[in-house]
């Protein structure tokens, strides 16, 4: 039961979100500040951030791979040795 208040709460946080910018887009400002245009300035600002930590994670990733095929190479020669 847990799990499906979680669920509800998380649909009804989404659906805020949703009417946040949806009240936004037909110009009445809510604080002051048009929640549309903040949307826009906020993906424009966080896209290079976004990008910086992908590709972070990514050459991240690749490394433990290329450190995984190195160790995998090194236990080969081993056993061929013996």
Do not use: H, Q
Request: charged fraction near 25%.
């Amino acid at each position: 039961m847990k799990t499906f208040i979680k669920m509800v709460i998380g649909l009804l946080i989404a659906f805020a979100g949703v009417y946040w910018y949806y009240v936004g887009r037909l110009g009445r400002p809510i604080l002051g500040v048009n929640s549309w245009n903040a949307l826009i300035t906020l993906f424009v600002g966080g896209f290079g951030l976004c990008l910086l930590f992908f590709g972070l994670l990514v050459a991240w990733i690749e490394y433990e791979d290329w450190k995984w095929e190195r160790e995998e190479a090194r236990t080969k020669r081993r056993k061929k040795r013996k």
